[in-house]
């Protein structure tokens, strides 16, 4: 399904944008630009997809479900050619965040597609949606913001543009369809057994968003549209959703015994063996909340993704946010975690080039080196193990899932043994790219170990691609024994993973 405006020729060449997201049920385009600071919609493309139909108990995406999606995928493509990869945001979501083999699916799509593919967490996807209905529409109260998926719902609560509380829930339209009311069959039994389950699934986050409170409800979304659709479309309601509305949609649901005959006004063929299960988590969602009513706003994951966009072509980067929230919690030494970012750039400046990095690693690597010892708050024995705990499981708005993972990794190993066995598989990026901006953080750690402002000299390095020059002050080095010592440790950690580390006059300045 396509809702086109005339596209601009060169895209690249002017403030467009693209998000796509990657459902479990559909995948859909959004093109944009940006005019006076606000965004204005230019093109949408939606193919239906079923992922989550294609995810069995095991975990494991079947072949057909991925075909389906490197097909889409494919088309997205061809729309997007003209497009720099800088303009263009794709966002997976439940099921490749579940799937064990989506690593499988995001290495195939890089044939057919060339932007790279983000997944992102449940909560990430909230935050999203949250933020694109936030955008769109304003409201000057508390909103509650509920978007059903394909295998997950996620559920907001926000002020403004803060959000306050955010959560995915694992039920979703196709999981749940596929799990109780296999083959179009539908009765009360089936509809209790759906709204049951849902029910059991919110009951931890109910009385966290309740006390929160909120003045507005607000649905999302392809599920929330449709029953929408219905239930004015059968004069029950002129526009917003009530519980008796969606009880009398149930009743009216259950004496129709199939969904494949359904005959209902807004109710496309697509979505007639959804319907219910949509239904079942929205009773479950009005029930639990205690939702007196709900409005469709037509925006979601897809508007708040380009809203994002459009902040960091600002610089306004939510991401900064995030770990100065971190520092905050985990009472960060903010002097030293300055020092060692000072020198971790310094020296990535002068090896980008060669090395090949971009503005978006220098980012990442600035930000691990400011975290690295947020471990501290447990134990300083193994710092670096308990601050990639910390890293790896902490909610940080606005990373991706393996941005996330990769700052963990580099703190992980940014002292003592480096044990590549032992890293994630990384699809974003390239393992000697990981190598390389861990070489960087070690040596800014390293040289920072006095935690003094006034120590090190002025410093540079040369980079080979496996191998690394550090040129210091022969007469600072050999008043430096302590300092020479550790470098030579360094060299021999790093010549196990076959990197090497060249140091002028380091050897004369270890005493014996």
């Not at 006076?36 to 294609?54: F, M, P, T």
């Not at 439940?94 to 597609?113: E, G, P, Q």
């Not at 596929?178 to 389950?197: N, P, T, V, Y």
Request: charged fraction near 20%.
């Amino acid at each position: 399904m396509n809702d086109t405006l005339p596209l601009p020729e060169r895209p690249d060449n002017q403030a467009y944008m693209a998000a796509v997201d990657l459902g479990s049920n559909s995948f859909h385009m959004v093109i944009a630009r940006v005019v006076d600071g606000d965004i204005q919609l230019l093109h949408r493309e939606k193919q239906k997809v079923q992922l989550a139909e294609g995810l069995n108990e095991q975990l494991v995406l079947s072949e057909e479900a991925i075909e389906r999606g490197l097909s889409v995928l494919a088309q997205f493509a061809d729309t997007l050619t003209p497009f720099a990869p800088q303009s263009v945001r794709v966002i997976a979501t439940y099921t490749l965040r579940r799937a064990r083999n989506s690593a499988t699916f995001l290495r195939r799509a890089k044939a057919v597609f060339p932007f790279p593919i983000e997944v992102i967490s449940g909560q990430e996807e909230a935050r999203f949606i949250y933020q694109g209905v936030a955008h769109f529409e304003h409201f000057s109260g508390r909103r509650l913001v509920i978007d059903i998926g394909g295998g997950s719902t996620e559920f907001a609560i926000g002020e403004g543009l803060q959000p306050l509380r955010l959560s995915s829930r694992n039920m979703g339209c196709v999981s749940y369809a596929l799990q109780h009311f296999g083959q179009g069959r539908i009765s009360d039994k089936r509809f209790s057994r759906a709204i049951l389950q849902a029910e059991q699934e919110l009951e931890p986050i109910v009385s966290s968003f309740k006390t929160a409170g909120w003045q507005q409800a607000v649905g999302t979304s392809g599920t929330v549209k449709t029953i929408r659709d219905i239930i004015v479309g059968m004069g029950l309601s002129n526009n917003a959703l009530e519980l008796e509305h969606l009880l009398a949609l149930k009743q009216h649901l259950i004496e129709q015994e199939n969904s494949y005959q359904l005959d209902l006004p807004g109710l496309t063929d697509d979505r007639k063996l959804l319907i219910c299960s949509g239904l079942a988590i929205l009773i479950a969602a009005f029930q639990l909340l205690q939702i007196e009513q709900l409005i469709y706003i037509d925006a979601a994951l897809r508007e708040g993704v380009l809203y994002e966009m459009s902040d960091r072509l600002q610089h306004l980067d939510i991401r900064e946010h995030s770990v100065a929230s971190m520092q905050r919690r985990y009472d960060v030494d903010m002097a030293q975690a300055a020092r060692v970012s000072d020198t971790a750039l310094l020296l990535f400046s002068q090896v980008r080039s060669k090395w090949q990095l971009t503005d978006e690693d220098a980012m990442l690597l600035g930000w691990a080196a400011t975290l690295y010892e947020v471990g501290l708050h447990i134990n300083s024995s193994g710092v670096q193990k308990h601050s990639a705990y910390i890293l790896q499981n902490a909610n940080l708005p606005g990373f991706n899932q393996e941005q996330q993972q990769l700052i963990a990794t580099l703190v992980r190993f940014h002292r003592r043994k480096i044990r590549l066995e032992e890293m994630p598989a990384f699809n974003l990026y390239q393992l000697s790219q990981v190598v390389h901006l861990l070489v960087l953080l070690r040596l800014a750690v390293l040289l920072n170990q006095k935690r003094r402002d006034d120590f090190l000299p002025q410093l540079s390095v040369i980079a080979d691609m496996q191998a690394l020059q550090l040129n210091l002050d022969a007469d600072w080095l050999a008043r430096q024994s302590l300092l020479a010592a550790d470098l030579l440790l360094e060299q021999k950690a790093l010549k196990k993973i076959a990197f090497v580390l060249d140091c002028p006059g380091l050897t004369d300045a270890v005493p014996g």
